[in-house]
């Protein structure tokens, strides 16, 4: 005898058709299994059943007690196992009232779009270069200390100016350093001396007299609990209503267990052009073990990293291997993906940061 309808309609509507074992969907091919059999003694009740695929269910059922070999599926587990793919997959607080559902739901950040505005590198020579268009993905890549923090801190600064809503999503540092370092790079002051209160009297004249002032209104600063994982990611881009996202680094976040790298970034590329929202991510690369420490696609773990994106940059700074006074305030933007000729070596100097001149070399 098999499950009634309204036993059956209830628990596949609670695992949403995957399979409570291997948690793949299935659609139709899934089969509804007593935990305790008939025979024994067993019930046709939502209590005793799980939602099993062809392949699990015939596992569950094929160990035989008279030639015991591997370790059979408990009853215990069996409804263990069932009781997380439900809490993954079915709505457990349909009851709860309005007010509880939307305090848990990721909330807007900006009001809604009134029109779309072209997003700015904030450096000419690249604008020209590799235009950026809406719900694009931006890649940046590099080791530890080739100021790919900075980098970005200049591009979210300029388009904080120019009015676009940018949230940050502060992976590896607290969201008031974060704001500090933003700072200290729109008015060129170092932002270790802000924090320690050492700055000097021109300091202070930069940070009081700029012309250009951030627009805190236009700037959301997102600590790393509540953008940890990865479908928290997915939610603040999608309900935000930014009109630039950028993840600070890719390194630390958590994917969902039923993900992998590759099905995250279809995932980030989808809702990113349906909300046409700009996506910045950082990746921190590995020191590579060859002469020419420039970073390389053959550097991230599989082409997964990068396959999906639209713009990827590898930025490099020649000082952190080779000691060259010449070289110190030199930073190299690699463009490998993106731009209008590519391959192409973008040189920036600047007394200050990495703000100022381009020089350009094919």
């Not at 009232?97 to 990721?106: F, P, Q, T, V």
């Not at 700055?199 to 951030?214: F, N």
């Not at 939610?235 to 390194?251: G, H, K, P, T, W």
């Amino acid at each position: 005898m098999g499950f009634p309808t309204s036993v059956a309609d209830e628990v596949l509507v609670r695992c949403g058709r995957h399979c409570c074992l291997c948690e793949k969907f299935v659609g139709q091919k899934i089969e509804l299994h007593h935990i305790k059999q008939v025979a024994d003694g067993g019930e046709d009740t939502v209590d005793n059943c799980i939602p099993l695929c062809f392949d699990c269910h015939a596992e569950v059922k094929a160990y035989n007690p008279h030639h015991p070999k591997g370790r059979k599926f408990t009853e215990k587990e069996l409804k263990g196992h069932r009781d997380k793919c439900y809490e993954r997959y079915s709505l457990k607080n349909e009851k709860a009232d309005d007010s509880e559902l939307n305090s848990k739901k990721m909330k807007r950040i900006f009001p809604p779009h009134e029109n779309m505005s072209l997003i700015r590198w904030g450096y000419p020579e690249q604008e020209k270069l590799c235009p950026i268009f809406p719900g694009n993905m931006v890649l940046i890549a590099g080791c530890t200390g080739s100021k790919k923090s900075t980098y970005l801190h200049h591009i979210v600064n300029q388009n904080i100016i120019a009015g676009r809503r940018v949230a940050y999503c502060c992976m590896k540092d607290k969201p008031f350093d974060v704001s500090i370092e933003i700072i200290g790079e729109n008015v060129h002051v170092n932002a270790e001396y802000i924090k320690r209160g050492i700055m000097t009297e021109e300091d202070w004249g930069k940070l009081t007299g700029s012309p250009s002032s951030l627009d805190g209104e236009n700037l959301a600063l997102i600590p790393y609990s509540e953008v940890s994982d990865s479908n928290k990611i997915l939610e603040l881009i999608a309900n935000s209503e930014a009109e630039i996202v950028v993840i600070d680094d890719f390194n630390g976040i958590s994917l969902d267990g039923t993900d992998s790298i590759e099905q995250f970034f279809y995932k980030l590329k989808n809702i990113a052009a349906q909300s046409q929202t700009v996506i910045f991510v950082i990746y921190n690369l590995s020191i590579p073990n060859r002469l020419d420490k420039r970073p390389m696609l053959r550097d991230f773990p599989t082409d997964n990293y990068y396959r999906l994106f639209d713009i990827v940059q590898f930025l490099y700074k020649p000082d952190l291997f080779y000691n060259d006074e010449e070289e110190k305030e030199r930073l190299e933007v690699i463009i490998v993906k993106g731009a209008l000729k590519v391959p192409y070596i973008i040189n920036l100097f600047a007394p200050d940061k990495i703000t100022g001149i381009f020089s350009l070399t094919k």
